[in-house]
């Protein structure tokens, strides 16, 4: 007989995505739920995110007449699993659950006074596929006032923008010498900054104030949160997890839950250890998810039989590491780099090999495949720019020339009058190099990519310069000096997990339930297998699938 120290209703471990919802569920319905969270800081690499969650058919375009169902968006998902290999835990009954049950968790969250809104256009990463969106399924949370959490605030983990300036805004930015709308939102946002120093109200946006908003609602429906309790076991009682051990250095405490335990604890893409097990080559450090996100739970589901799907999996994002950027919270992305007009990416041979306006999952996943094809070929790949790409958009959001010289001298950026001598400074075949920007230039002439469609998707052209024409991902490689600078498989986190079912019940190898354990976020295997979707494709099913689990415990074990 296992000793407790305390006894709880529900427990659900880590939180990020989909925790906090599944606590405030199962709360809501009178029980007693604690929140077991290793780190000292509250919300998980979601809170540092995003925050978008990629929900079809959802009621906020229902609300503003865009076109979406149910049949639409299974059709989208159906096309996507074509091609991939058969999946446990992308089953078809799984993706129509998410479909199903998307809207309703943000019906339940409207309820308890959540309040999101969604991206006004955000194509999914796939829209020329049957069922794909172009204006996008994209939610997202409405500004929050952090002082609103009290106290907690202080115990809260950062957002990547802490602004009051909605994300979908923050990438319209750069808009703002050209366009009179984007000039009205930079107003606005002074405007709220100067409200901010007269009320001393202090809004965040993105991830964290989804996060700062479900934490709030966690507190006032009595959910217990306790900060610095890693989990260490899982406790189990005639096959069934019952409780989990938890503590930090003050000791270990032992904790029961009648209607089980949810596991949403992350991935483990600051492990490096598991990296060179299940990601060679990768390293924790091109990483941008919080410094807990360490796999623990990972292992303990497995020692208890858990199933695992796609631990090769990342969900990328491509990334530079310019000089004295390398302990930023977040490393620079590289993907609008190499998708911006007068770009491309190539590997160790100057080969292209990939759509430089796909999405950052499906880059990274090429870069990937491509190296381990023919190993030390693409890790790093290179991104090569002419010097209108650099006049125009800068290296990593730079422009200064001082900087850009500096780098230069480093070694880290290379420069060359010729794509020929560009090639000699990468070690490249400098024919090789050559001949693959003659070929691309000859494609932009003609307005179409041959070798991999970049620029034929609305989300391509979404990625790319809207003030390009024709077309806003294509530009020749053509006016001297020539750039390049090192890509590298970044991430925003790991993508493979432990297989679950339409119930978020952790399943075995053998297909079996393990009773009373559940999982969401990236501790499970993504219901979408290899692919992303789309913008929020991590946080909309972590969310959803949280709040599945809470419903099915409610339903079972009371
Ligand atoms: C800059 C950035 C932007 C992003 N934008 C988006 C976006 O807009 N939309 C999207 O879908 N994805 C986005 N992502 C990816 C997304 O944030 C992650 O995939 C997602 O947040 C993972 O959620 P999670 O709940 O699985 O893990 P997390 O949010 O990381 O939460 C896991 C929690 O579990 C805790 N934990 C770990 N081990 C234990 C233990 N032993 N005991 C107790 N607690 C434990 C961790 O400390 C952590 O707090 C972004 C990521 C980054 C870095």
Known sequence: ??????????????????????????AKAGKKVLLLEKSEWIGGTTARSGGVMWIPNNPFMKRDGVEDSAEQATRYLDALAEGQPPLRAGTPERRAAFIEEGPK?????????????????????????PGGSKPGRTVVSELFNMKELGPWRKRFRKGFLPLPLMLQDALKMNRVKREWPARLMLLRFIGRLLGQVLTGKRFVSAGAALQGQLLKACLAAGVDVRTSMPV????????????VRAGGHGGSLTFSSKLGVLVDAGGFARNQGLRDRYLP???TDWSNTVESDTGDLLEMMMTLGADTEGLGLLLGYQSMIPPGKEDDMIKPGAQKQGAAPHSIVVDQTGVRYLNEGGSYVAFVKNMMDRNAENPSSALPSWIIMDS??????GIAGIKKKATLQKWAESGYLKTADSPAALAVALNIDPSALSSTIERFNGMVDKQCDDDFARGKRAYDQWLGDPYNAPNASLG??????????????????????VVTDVHARVLTSGGGVIPGLYATGVAAASPFGQVYPGAGASIGPAYTFGYVAAGHALSTYT
């Open 1 to 26: 007989m296992i000793q407790y120290d305390e006894q709880h209703d529900y427990i659900v471990i880590g939180s990020g995505a989909g925790s906090m919802c599944a606590a405030l569920r199962v």
């Open 105 to 129: 968790m943000l019906q339940f969250l409207a309820e308890q006074g959540i309040r999101l809104n969604r991206v006004d256009y955000w194509p999914d990463y796939y829209d020329e596929l």
């Open 232 to 243: 260490t076991e899982l406790l189990t009682a005639e096959e069934r997890v019952v409780g």
């Open 281 to 283: 080559g990768t390293k």
């Open 388 to 393: 209108q790409a650099v006049k125009k958009y």
């Open 476 to 497: 020749k490689l053509e006016v001297g000096p020539f750039y390049a600078v090192p890509v590298l498989p970044g991430d925003v986190s790991t993508l493979g997990g």
